[in-house]
Structure formats: structure tokens, C-alpha cells
């Protein structure tokens, strides 16, 4: 249906609908694109888990969709943002880990189809600020971005105002001397709203996308969110007693690397998830004036707004820091959240989702974008986005990993309602009975009880690593499908 690529909307609009909306270019949907690097599921007040503030993130799932079963394809900066510029898992280009970091690796090339390219190529304004992880031998302007700013210059203008800051406790985080309205998350935030209001003045549609660095380690947040979690107030992870028993021997091996053997929930891990708590509802506090921004345009029922993050972080759960081999929770399920008032019916969504993966088929077909006979290997929700009754999702959700700074370590994990495998073929597999072990402490991949149920899991992992061309899947495949002695 060539006619939504001029008009935007949902699959279910009707052709008078269709053709009211087509009448003006400038009705076309604008997209406000928001993401955040290390955010765990847990840690938005959406979730109901822990008493994090984010009321501006709230803003827009609770007028939208919000994905409680949301999970990275792959919880590594890079490759997460190169799945979402491609809407394919990286592994398929060599994706596999974040540049530079001890081996080399490829990425997505710019001469493929890139759906920020036609949104570009539409008409639309098109705008980037933050980390720019996508592409290293390309620019934004290869993906159909007219303005541009950098991590880089961000991070020059505060330290050309502050060159005398001085940080002393390396990742895990502390209080930033830096001013509010100079901070990281607020200079992203000013150059969205000039953004919002230069094009607003146009007759064109527009798309701003936001790449901010917040929550990822180390956090540094400004007053006044650097006091306000009180350390000694904060409820420790479930998975703070994490003995690694039975687990894959490169997980304790974390605690080696990084120095973390005697780090406690009371002797370092408390701080530093205050921090992360402050640099979280600091970044909503951000996002809130982008959203109040917004709506002072006009154009807040006439603008797409996603937001998520590429994966979480460990903060300490597990004992562990950052990311990296483990598939666990804390890093693999994300918050996701999509709103455009009078479309997206407001819905909390329990199916599960792929976020980089979903994001760009989704809002190819919320804004009319077509893209090549089977480009996309995430799903198009839009429909069910705009249905609001019903939702067509997916009963589990594969994230994937090939190892990073300590090595080379492959792993494919499959999660469902209540349970997780995890292939790890070169040491042990876990799996998790979620129901029983909602912390994800001890490994069942022994336990006779679930035999039946862990080979199930491994032929539908198998059949999606098919499916997605994972070169994982060839030698090693059968210890997927007839199963591995144990």
C-alpha cells in the first residue's frame, strides 16, 4: 500500500482515513527517538519493582505501550545500535562485539538499506544527537541525518566550562561537580528542544533521535540527584548472594578482572547503585523537558515517541559490574515503551518483544515506509499497536553474545514467561526456573525434571538462530538439537 509511505498511520485506517491524511505532507507523523545506554528493566517506575522516579518516562508509557517482556538482541553497546540501524541481528555482518576493544570486528555497511535513510528520503527533517556507535567507517549524514551532535562535542563544552573536575572512584561512580543544565543529559535535552522548535516553523515533518550515554557506568550525577537515594535506604538486588555454583566458569572469573572478589552490597555495591538510581531520574528529569517542549509545540499528538535503551547493567547484581557473558535479567530484559496519542492504544504489553530488532519494522509500518520483500528479522507490531486489543507478540525472545574485552565467549539465550535457556557451547548451559528462582541463582540445567522442557527450548533457539542466519548454527548444532550430555 504505496500510499502510506506519504501519509503515516496505522495499518487499520480506513481509506477515507487514508486519504484525509495524505491532503498535507506536514500531517505525517514526526518521530521523537529516545535512548538510553545501560537502563535496566527494573529500575523505572513502570515496572513496580524498585523505587526508582522516572514520572517523565511514565509520561509515555502510560499514554502509550509499555513492553514489560522487552529483551536487547544483544546486550552490547554497538551491536545493539547497529541491529537497530539494519533491523537485523549483527551477527549476520560480523557485528559482534564493540569496535576496537582487543580484536577487531566489523560492522554494518552504509550501502545497505537503512530505514533513517528513507525516513530522510521522505522528507522529513532529520536530526542526531549522542553516541554515534552505528556505523565506524560512516556518519550520521550516511543514514540520513541533516544535523548533528557528537558525544564529543557535548563533552567538550563541559569540559571547556569545568577544566578543573577531578573524579577519583573510577566506575563506580560519584557525585558530578558539573551543573544541571551543563550536564551531559541536559545538553541533549537543550539541543532536542532547539531542534523541536526550529522545525515545528517548517512545513515538513520531522525525526529526532537521541543517543544519550545515561545510566552507563561510571554514573556521575548532578545535584539534585546526587543525594537523593539515600544508600542505606536502598533495597539490594535478590542477586547480591550469587555464589556462582554450577555456573559457567568465566562468571567468577568477572569478579577477578575487575577487582570485585571482597565487593559487597554494604561495602561499595550500595553507593554505587545510588548513583545509578540519581543518574536515571536525572535523565527523566532531562526527557521531561523534552516532552514539555513538545507539547508547548503543538505537535505532541502528531509525534511518535519510542523509548528504550540497548540492554541494562550488572550495577552489582550477580556481584558483577557493567555487562558481558551472562545472559542474565540485568542486562538482557530492557524497558521499551512507544506512544502517539490517538493511534497507540494505551497498553501494557505482557507478549514478547525484541526492541532493536521490532523498533524499525514497527516504525516502518506506523509511518508508512516500505523496505525491501524480507529485509526486517524483528516483527511489525503496528497493527496490534493500534488494535489495542489483542496483542500478536511472541511467546519468548533470543538475545546473543560473542565476547568483548576478556575474550571471546559465545552465548545464545531463549526466554520465555518462566523459563531461560542459555547455550553456552563451550562450558556449561544454564537454565532457569524463573517461577521458583525469580533471581536467576541456580542453575537447573542438571535437574532431570526439566529435561523435557530444556529440549523443547533448545529447538526453538536452534529454529530462530536458523531463521536469523546465526553462523553459530553449523558443527555446534547439534548440540542443540540432540542435546548435550550433561
Known sequence: MSYYILSGGCPQDSEREIAEKVTKMSER????????????????????????KTPNLERIA?????????????????????????????????????????????????????????????GYNTAYAGCWEVDPKAQPSDYGFEHFVSRGDINKYISDRYPDVKYTNGFFGEPNPVKLEDSFT????????????????????????????????????????????????????GSIGETFEGKPYIQKQQLINWKLEDRTWDNGWKYTAAMYYGIIT???????LILDA?????????TI??????????CGGHRLIDKHYNMYDDITHIPMAMRWDGHIK?????????????????????????????????KDMSADLCGGVSFDGRDTAVSTYNGQQFGLFCERMI??????????PTDIDEFYDRQKDPNELRNEIGNPEYKDIIADYRIKLHDELKRCSDPLIGWTADQLLAGRKI
Not at 554497538?78 to 566489523?106: C, D, K, T
Not at 526466554?415 to 553456552?424: A, T
Open 62 to 122: 502510560d499514554n502509550g505501550a509499555f513492553f514489560e517482556n522487552c529483551y536487547t538482541p544483544i546486550p552490547v553497546c554497538a551491536p545493539a545500535r547497529q541491529a537497530l540501524f539494519s533491523g537485523r541481528r549483527p551477527e549476520m555482518y560480523g557485528g559482534l562485539w564493540n569496535p576496537h576493544i582487543v580484536f577487531p570486528v566489523a560492522g554494518i555497511d552504509k550501502s545497505i538499506w537503512s530505514w533513517t535513510r528513507a525516513i530522510h528520503e521522505a
Open 305 to 314: 515517541i519510542v523509548y528504550v535503551t540497548d540492554h541494562g547493567d550488572m
Open 294 to 302: 513538545l507539547e508547548r509545540s503543538g505537535q505532541m499528538e502528531n
Open 29 to 52: 507523523p514526526n518521530l521523537l527517538y529516545i535512548q538510553y545506554d545501560q537502563q535496566r528493566y527494573d529500575c523505572v517506575s513502570m515496572s513496580h519493582i524498585f523505587d526508582v
Open 346 to 378: 494505551p497498553n501494557r504489553v505482557k507478549s514478547f518483544a525484541q526492541s532493536m530488532l521490532d523498533i524499525p519494522a514497527t516504525l516502518c509500518g506506523l509511518m508508512g515506509i516500505e523496505s525491501p520483500d524480507g529485509w526486517f528479522q524483528g
Open 186 to 237: 541536559h545538553q541533549i535535552a537543550k539541543h532536542a528542544i532547539g531542534w523541536i522548535e526550529e522545525f515545528t516553523k517548517q512545513d515538513k515533518p520531522w525525526y529526532i533521535h537521541l543517543d544519550s550515554p545515561e545510566p552507563h557506568l561510571p554514573c556521575r550525577p548532578s545535584e539534585p540527584f546526587s543525594s537523593m537515594y539515600d544508600p542505606d535506604k536502598l533495597t539490594p538486588w
Open 415 to 424: 526466554c520465555g514467561e518462566r523459563y531461560k535457556y542459555v547455550w553456552n
Open 282 to 288: 536525572q535523565y527523566d528529569n532531562a526527557v521531561g
